[in-house]
């Protein structure tokens, strides 16, 4: 996802950078492209040797004191040389405000000033934070997330499968919805897969006969979660009386999105399956499995072992 | 695979109604898979829900593409429901 210096000012989350823009809004077009930041005191002391003037720029207590206590001359010569960089954008911490002629020279060079009132680790921290979350990879999936157990259930197949139908009977056995129809999956890190719904359709679901519902309204918040963790992905399918479906459990199937492999089930859909309980089965399983109790091997152990005995 | 690409006309954007009336002629062609793209975001023209999610309003860039048995009529007859500003009498549904 694309991550702007407007989108840094703006973006609504739970924790706020409180930024406020000295300069004109010229460059908030910018593209935030790295995560990591640079505190320009070498810069400021004379040494633009590796200057990473593409890094968002925190000025710190020590920065802004020690900027504003060279003599004038030298300050000039520092600045020109500062915003002969390509600069980035400037964030000043602690609610200090940059002298008059360093924001002049920044509306020049269509570099955006923004001043927190936050301390500096706590600037630091929030941003590199807010930054790394909006560039992780993210894809959108059609399918439903419901949070079965505690556990991330990502329900996939063809429109009319019975997707949502198969969560609506999830939530009323107690289980919640995240998201029906578009799941926006990010990915958190090289093992791990969490999906939202999109914030338009956020827990809503169509039920073919019946329209759009708002399952908060209906089933109350304790039906509902924002987001979750994808542990176990199940795909629904019409039966197929030549495709080759798992009988033993033996062996572990997954499902890759974005690099991540997620345990993966094919359920076929006949009448007279119930499948929310299956999937109810299938997400108790795999946290069995994940707590190391295989039912399949064990009883698999159990046989060879039997069949070991009778053998002697 | 088939796609047309247009813009969206109509006023009040692609709410409920609309997006109903693409998703009844999407249905029609059970062989065919039908989608909506607005910039990077893909949505299965099949499902309201994944159409309203798109969020399209007056002015959108669209491309409609299908993929499978008559994906040219299918695109066709979608964009001429937008082009005609969802005009029940100048569509059969």
């Known amino acids: 996802m694309k991550i702007t210096v407007k989108d840094l000012i703006y973006m609504r989350s739970e924790f706020d950078l409180e930024l406020t823009s000295l300069t004109d809004e010229t460059g908030f077009g910018k593209e935030i492209i790295f ?114 157990f505690g556990f991330g259930v990502l329900l996939l197949g063809k429109s009319g499968i019975g997707k949502s139908e198969t969560a609506l009977e999830l939530i009323e056995r107690g289980h919640r919805l995240i998201a029906d129809d578009i799941v926006e999956i990010k990915k958190l890190d090289e093992n791990t897969i969490a999906g939202t719904g999109s914030h338009l359709l956020r827990h809503h679901i169509e039920i073919r006969g019946l329209g759009i519902l708002n399952i908060r309204d209906i089933y109350g918040i304790r039906s509902v979660r924002n987001r979750k963790k994808i542990e176990l992905i199940v795909s629904l399918e019409e039966w197929n009386y030549m495709a080759d479906y798992d009988r033993s459990g033996i062996d572990e199937n997954f499902y890759e999105i974005i690099g991540v492999k997620v345990p993966h089930v094919l359920l076929p859909v006949r009448p007279g399956r119930n499948i929310p309980i299956i999937v109810e089965t299938a997400a108790l399983n795999q946290r069995l499995k994940k707590m190391g109790v295989h039912s399949a091997r064990e009883l698999d152990a159990k046989i060879q072992n039997w069949m070991r005995m009778e053998k002697q | 695979m088939f796609e047309k690409e247009i813009v969206v006309t109509h006023d009040a954007g692609l709410h409920a109604r609309p997006a109903t009336m693409i998703v009844k002629i999407a249905m029609q062609y059970d062989s065919c898979e039908v989608y909506l793209i607005k910039d990077k975001d893909e949505a299965n023209a099949k499902s309201i829900m994944s159409v309203l999610g798109l969020g399209i309003s007056n002015g959108t860039k669209l491309v409609v593409r299908a993929e499978g048995a008559k994906e040219s009529e299918v695109v066709e007859r979608i964009c001429k429901l937008i082009e005609t500003d969802f005009d029940k009498d100048k569509n059969a549904l």
């Open chain 1, 35 to 148: 995560a990591d930041i640079n505190r320009p005191g070498l810069c400021l002391a004379g040494a633009f040797e590796h200057f990473a003037h593409d890094r968002i720029q925190i000025f710190g207590k020590g920065e802004s004191s020690y900027f504003n206590n060279l003599s004038s001359d030298v300050r000039k010569k520092v600045m020109k040389e500062f915003f002969s960089f390509d600069v980035f954008c400037c964030v000043f911490s602690h609610g200090v405000r940059p002298p008059s002629d360093f924001i002049e020279t920044a509306i020049e060079k269509k570099v955006p000033v923004l001043v927190s009132p936050l301390s500096t680790a706590d600037l630091i921290d929030i941003l590199t934070r807010k930054i790394r979350n909006s560039l992780l990879p993210v894809v959108n999936v059609h399918g439903t997330l419901v949070d079965v």
